[in-house]
């Protein structure tokens, strides 16, 4: 069944290793929404020379309320405070989020693992169906008190993170690709840091992990902790870790929460659904691809590729993860299957504009540009 909330994920395949042995066969488990809003931060800079409290929160709190990249204090339910960047155990994102963009945008992710044969088929697909993916769910019109010229800041703004370990992978297009191929690309990519009795080793940054495996670094040698760590540093559009991670989705509003997580779970979970979305995708080239994701970030759903616009493949798209839940026949006490999660992604569809430009209609229109009246709008309750 879908879950909702703060779930975390399984262990579905093997840890990836340099030298890892992949012909484990795992159980299938049920996909899981993660959602990792605020999971750890710290007081505001103002407070932080005088308190260092790490305010630790999760989405099945009842009195969490995020708004609009802020967080309500727990101590004062009435005062809401602008959070920092994490500064302990998520210190890498300080390097990727050094644009402060983790304080504004947060990305619903999608964990899902299988068995290892079809593993990197649905990294494939996860990868080609990215740019639509972007495009339904693009949320983030909006940005530092107004528009941004983007229906996805938050894509775009990975488009600027670092090249070497973000984006789109071309090797995962490749007839024959595995994960060998996975491991040999993330031990090219440079190391953010390492961690050494708990303290973090920055004189390693910037060296390949594959030089800091055979040479070492800053007097250190690579341990299978290190590894583990790097692999965490890396951010395409889909990632490998213990599971396969979809990242190219704006976060959502609570109706559309689990739009996400449905879409996946229709189209990768039934064979034919799988093969039919990679149908709708596998013809580009890799240029095509990457010029079709940018775009998407700028335009979501009125994009144009081809002669056709993006709304038309999201369209093909829905209408394969339709199927794909129908078939499951997961139902609930009501007797209803999982398309029932896709009914407000379909009403967008159906509209044919993108969740961000409703926003950025709203914002020049009826909200006359006013903040609170956005914050009003994107108001999370727990």
Known sequence: MIKSGLVRAAAILPEVLPSGLFDEVIKPEDIGYTHPVFLQCFLPTRHSARNKQRWQTNCGRASLVIRAGELANPDKPNEYETCLIPAGPKARFVIAYVNDYIQRENTPTVNMGDTLRDAMQKMRVGMGIAPLVNAMFANSSVSEGGLNRYMSYRGHIWTDTDNARCGLLPFVFRDGAGFADYVEWALDVPLYFILRGGRYVTEVTGVPFRRFLAEGAAGQRA???????????????????????????????????????ALVKGVFYTADCLDAAWDLVKRWSFEERVQLWREAHREALLARFRGVKVLELARELFGIAEEGLRRQRALDESGRDERVYLERLGEQLEMGRSPARVIAEKWTGEWDRRVERLIDFAEYRA
């Open 223 to 261: 341990t299978l902790d290190d590894w583990n760590l790097h692999l965490t540093t890396l951010f395409p559009e889909v990632r490998l870790k213990g599971y396969i991670e979809l990242r190219s989705a704006d976060s959502q509003p609570p109706e559309r929460m689990l739009a996400l997580p």
